[in-house]
T-cell receptor, first 114, second 111 residues
Framework: EPEVTQTPSHQVTQMGQEVILRCVPISNHLYFYWYRQILGQKVEFLVSFYNNEISEKSEIFDDQFSVERPDGSNFTLKIRSTKLEDSAMYFC????????????FGPGTRLTVT | DAKTTQPNSMESNEEEPVHLPCNHSTISGTDYIHWYRQLPSQGPEYVIHGLTSNVNNRMASLAIAEDRKSSTLILHRATLRDAAVYYCILRAIQGAQKLVFGQGTRLTINP
């Protein structure tokens, strides 16, 4: 069964450093998402991406964040200058449909900012 | 985003049916009811969704009240692997693509 994959599974970085989290969505999916979950808290939406542009973003997704689909298979989330409060699990998801289709989530990348 | 209300936690025994309730009294006519679950240390996983009629798939059944103000996710025969946080989420048929997760119901399955 096709699945969303994410690398790395765990990333440790120092405050102020740039990180890139990588995702490979399911191959025939058109819509891509990033969510995050701070330890013990709710899963929060960050951004959705379709047709090579951001279609929706949350208040969390400020200028420090960016997304890219560089080569037709990978989908990346970049955090330019990490803060301690960016420490969280980051989940990538993809779907083939815009609204009522199910989203398929990857296993997540645990980001630890020290 | 339309709001849903779920119990914080529920407990059941292995091989017994589980009924997970969700209230969504402010649901609009174009909102689909989605259920996702999150197993320990994993990403959320789609379970089922419906609009008006009851729905069945290999994982679960979804029973939707006639007035659509509540729904129930039914696991027919719980296994230990079904221990997870279950989220009831409303999504408009058009417009917002994002999933808005609440706190969900933490389901514990006793052997």
């Amino acid at each position: 069964e096709p699945e969303v994959t994410q690398t790395p599974s765990h990333q440790v970085t120092q405050m102020g450093q740039e990180v890139i989290l990588r995702c490979v969505p399911i191959s025939n999916h058109l819509y891509f998402y990033w969510y995050r979950q701070i330890l013990g808290q709710k899963v929060e939406f960050l951004v959705s991406f379709y047709n090579n542009e951001i279609s929706e973003k949350s208040e969390i997704f400020d200028d420090q964040f960016s997304v890219e689909r560089p080569d037709g298979s990978n989908f990346t989330l970049k955090i330019r200058s990490t803060k301690l409060e960016d420490s969280a699990m980051y989940f990538c998801a993809s779907s083939w449909d815009i609204s009522y289709g199910e989203q398929y989530f990857g296993p997540g990348t645990r980001l630890t900012v020290t | 985003d339309a709001k849903t209300t779920q119990p914080n936690s529920m407990e059941s025994n292995e091989e017994e049916p589980v009924h997970l309730p969700c209230n969504h009294s402010t649901i609009s006519g174009t909102d689909y009811i989605h259920w996702y679950r999150q197993l320990p240390s994993q990403g959320p996983e789609y379970v089922i969704h419906g609009l008006t009629s009851n729905v069945n798939n290999r994982m679960a059944s979804l029973a939707i009240a006639e007035d659509r103000k509540s729904s129930t996710l039914i696991l027919h025969r719980a296994t230990l692997r079904d221990a997870a946080v279950y989220y009831c989420i409303l999504r408009a048929i058009q417009g917002a693509q994002k999933l808005v997760f609440g706190q969900g119901t933490r389901l514990t399955i006793n052997p």
